[in-house]
């Protein structure tokens, strides 16, 4: 059974010479119990790429006892939903089967080839797109995630704003946990080697990045790309940080753009990981204790008292 911890996105690749395009994603990791995790991968691509597989494989990655990240193996992950359309691209997502961690930190990657061309990259084509989530195995911790996807098109000359970034409802990301975030901007990667994620041969969006908003006056038409980073702390202490690549595709105007008004589908599991529920409309009236709510907007840990959320 899986856990479907979808943060809501993504659509994937293919290993041969006509992969599809990617243009953002994210990595999140959902703790239901102590030996209890599973991961998740949303990813968008462009809308002329091919069929996501249904299965892609995410790198596992675990500190020694020097400090140093050492592959220890792979994660085989499913595709949740089938691709929806957003802003007039893909989105997937893929979960994995339940993993029983050690009380370690951990590093996810999922790596392929290649970016779409970006106007401010000189490289992009022969660069991997990779992203990542380094997560400490420590009880309750699962990592941030997005409900809904970053806004994809922009429009040119004038400020295009985001916010609220965090929140419950109406927002981008989600931590669920009450811990502290911080998201930044960061580079756009090319690959990762000896424990570093190499950055590509580009020139940075000015952008304004903080937890209230992200905004961007684009002054050129085109296609460009930047990476952004949120860092996870409890008590002062980093827990957790993810690595988003994301790219803007930027328009004379953005009116008339059809974004995605799917029906969601929710499951519901109880804290033993089962699935108590599968369809459109909760059974809160039947819900009484601790839930795990998933759906592609995200996953939300919940407690139901006598039918009432």
Known sequence: ?????????????????????????????????????????????????????????????????????????TVTLTMGTLPIAFQGQKIVNYTSDYLDLDSNKYRFIYKNCCWAGLDNST?????????????????????????????INQQVSTRNTMKPVWGVINCFLSEIDGDVVEISQTDLHSGYANGVFVPQVYSQLSMHVDNDSISWIPGSLGRYGTGFQIKDYRNGQLIGTQTIQWTFLVKNSTLGIEETEEKISYRVFDFSGNLFYKGEDVPYEEMDGLYILTSKKGVEKIYVLNGQK
């Open 123 to 151: 490289n992009s084509m022969n660069s991997d797109f990779i992203i990542s989530a380094d997560y400490w195995h420590i009880p309750n911790n699962s990592t941030p995630f997005a409900r809904v996807p970053f806004i």
């Open 1 to 73: 059974m899986k856990n479907i911890l979808s943060i809501l996105l993504g659509i994937l690749i293919s290993t041969s010479a006509q992969a599809t395009h990617l243009m953002g994603g994210m990595i999140s990791v959902a703790q239901t119990s102590q030996d209890s995790t599973t991961v998740g991968v949303w990813l968008i691509a462009d809308s002329q790429g091919i069929n996501p597989p249904n299965t892609i494989t995410v790198e596992k990655w675990e500190m020694n006892s020097v400090g140093w990240y050492v592959q220890n193996g």
